[in-house]
């Protein structure tokens, strides 16, 4: 069964500053998709950026992007220049190529800007 | 396009009572996956649907039930309801399923007393 773990359950920087979020999975899976979502105080879940794991390149999406470390088993999200908006609670998660078409999510990490 | 549509969006039962939780994919989305998020155990996976058929389920008691419908719109639901399944119950939709992102709905908070 897959894992993913998130190591930091609470984080907190300044507006405009840089923040990594940190997240490792387990799987014996070659082939699988490794997502950021976050979830403001609404509870909408929010697609934050997609990775596939075929792909050596990190993903990006304007201040977002990942770094993407298969052999460890890593896969890490970096928010640049950090906006009040930005403030919510971000889950990583893991989902297969193959069979169950289902997202194992991490437990969390609540990220606060402060302004 | 108008996003994943989830109703009611709070509601409040009794234990012993059953509810039924609705799902509006995005437009021509054939996928949809519920989740149950709880702050004790986070979000799990509860089953997904996908050409009105359940293709997978979680690992959740036979109380938990779902359906799907020729428009893809989805249905849950939940009978004899317990205190524990008091959550947040999330609706995502994808376009296929295998190899699509899933996009959720705002949710619908499920409260028993």
């Known amino acids: 069964a897959q894992t993913v773990t998130q190591s930091q359950p609470e984080m907190s920087v300044q507006e405009a500053e840089t923040v990594t979020l940190s997240c490792t999975y387990d799987t014996s899976e070659n082939n699988y998709y490794l997502f950021w979502y976050k979830q403001p105080p609404s509870r909408q879940m929010i697609l934050v950026i997609r990775q596939e794991a075929y792909k050596q390149q990190n993903a990006t999406e304007n201040r977002f992007s990942v770094n993407f470390q298969k052999a460890a088993k890593s896969f890490s999200l970096k928010i640049s220049d950090s906006q009040l908006g930005d403030t919510a609670m971000y889950f990583c998660a893991f989902m297969r190529v193959q069979g169950a078409q289902k997202l194992v999510f991490g437990q969390g990490t609540r990220l606060t800007i402060n302004p | 396009k108008a996003g994943v549509t989830q109703t009611p969006r709070y509601l409040i039962k009794t234990r012993g009572q059953q509810v039924t939780l609705s799902c509006s994919p995005i437009?021509?989305?054939?996928?949809v996956s519920w989740y149950q998020q709880t702050p004790g155990q986070g979000l799990q996976f509860l089953f997904e649907y996908f050409s009105e058929t359940q293709r997978n389920k979680g690992n959740f008691p036979g109380r938990f039930s779902g359906r799907q419908f020729s428009n893809s719109r989805s249905e849950m639901n939940v009978s004899t309801l317990e205190l524990g399944d008091s959550a947040l119950y999330l609706c995502?939709?994808?376009?296929?399923?295998?190899?699509?992102?899933?996009?959720f709905g705002p949710g619908t908070r499920l409260l028993v007393l």
């Open positions: 437009s021509g989305h054939r996928s």
């Open positions: 995502a939709s994808s376009l296929a399923g295998a190899e699509e992102t899933q996009y």
